[in-house]
DNA sequence: CCGTTCTTTCTGTAAGAAGTGAAACATCGG
DNA sequence: CCGATGTTTCACTTCTTACAGAAAGAACGG
C-alpha cells in the first residue's frame, strides 16, 4: 500500500499521541491505517507500509483486537487474514474509553475503597477522609462519563449547544 | 515523614496509574504524597520518604510546577523550599486535563486541519472525509468538554441524575 | 565576603519497553 | 501425509526513558 504524505504525516501523529497516552506507537500506527485504509488489509501489506516487522504487527493486531478495535476478516481466494477497523469515529472512541475505564478506574476504585477501609479501622482520620474525597471525585466523574458515552453524536452535540440553558436550568452555577 | 501502609498503597498505586496515562511515575507518587501529606513538604523529605534521589524530586516538583498542580511555600524558620499541591481533586482534575488538552488535543486538531486541506488539493477525497471525520468528533469532545470542566462537582452531580431526563427533554435517543 | 545550606543541572548507568528475525506452530491444498 | 503458505511465539538487540550521584549554582547568615 502507497500512503500519500497527508496519509503519512496522519498515521505518524497518531503513533506520537499513542505513546503520550501510554499506547505503543506501532499500535497506534497500525489502527490509524486501517483506518485510512478502509478496507480489509493484510499484515504483511501493513508491515511493509509502516516498516516494520511482520511479528510487530502481529503483536499490534492482536492488542487492537484485544480492545475491540480491529477484526479479522477474509478475501475470497486469499488464505491470509485480512484485519479492518471500525470507520466510525464516536464508536473508536467509546470502545477504548469504556476499556480503559474497565481495566483502570475500576481497579482504582477498588484499591480506593480498600485503602479508605483501612484507614478507617486504623484511625487514621486525616488520610481516610482524603482518600474518600478522591473516591468520590471518581464515582461522579465515572457515572458522568458513563451517561456520556450512552449518548449519540447527535445527542452529544445538543447538549453542548444547549449546555449553559441546562446548567442554568438545574440552577446550578459555573 | 513516616507513611502508613495503607498511604504507601496508595501512593504506589497512584506512581502506576500513571505510567499508564503516560506520567512519570515518581512524578505521579510525589504529587500523591504531597496530596495525602496535605501541608507543605520539604523535597528532602519527599526524596526520603519515597526513597528516590533528592535530584529526581527536584525534576519531578518542576514538572508538577509545570502543570500547575504543586506550588512552592516557605515555612518560617525553615530556609528550605516546601511544597503542597492543592486538595481539591476536582480542581486538580481540571488543571490536569485542560492541560493536555492544550497540550496534545490543540495540536493535534491543527495536524487534522493541515491534512483536510492538503487532502483536498491534492484530490484525496477518501482520505480527505476520514480525517474530517475523526476532526469532527474531536471538536465535538472537545467541546462537550469544555462545558463539562465548567461544571462544579454539584452541578455535575445534577446532569448525571437527570441525565437520561434531560436526553428524553431533548429528544435525543440513546 | 566566606562558609553553610539548599536546589538544580548534568552525565553516566540501569531498567524497561519496543522491535526484529528466526524458529516453532498451524492450516490448507493437493 | 507432505510441501507450501501464513501466523505466532520467543530470545535477543536496540532504543528510550528514568534515575542516581556528582558537580555546579544560588541564596542566605554571620
Redesign the interface.
Known sequence: MNL????T??IL?WGE?G????INRTVAQVHALL??A?RPVPADEIAQTLSVARSNVSTSLRELQGWGLVKASHVLGDRRDHFETM?D??AM?KLVATERKRR?IDP?LG??K??IA??EK?G?K??RE??A??L??FE??T??FE??V???????????K???K??KL?G???
Do not use: C, D, N
Open positions: 500519500t504524505t497527508t496519509e504525516k496522519f501523529h499521541m505513546t503520550r497516552w501510554g483506518y485510512i478502509g470507520q469515529v464516536w472512541f483502570e482504582t484499591v480506593l480498600e485503602a483501612q484507614a486504623s487514621e486525616a488520610t482524603k482518600l474525597q478522591m468520590e471525585f461522579t466523574v457515572e458522568a451517561e456520556f450512552k449518548m449519540s453524536p447527535g445527542a452529544l452535540k445538543k447538549v453542548v444547549y449546555g449553559g441546562l446548567q438545574l446550578v452555577g459555573t
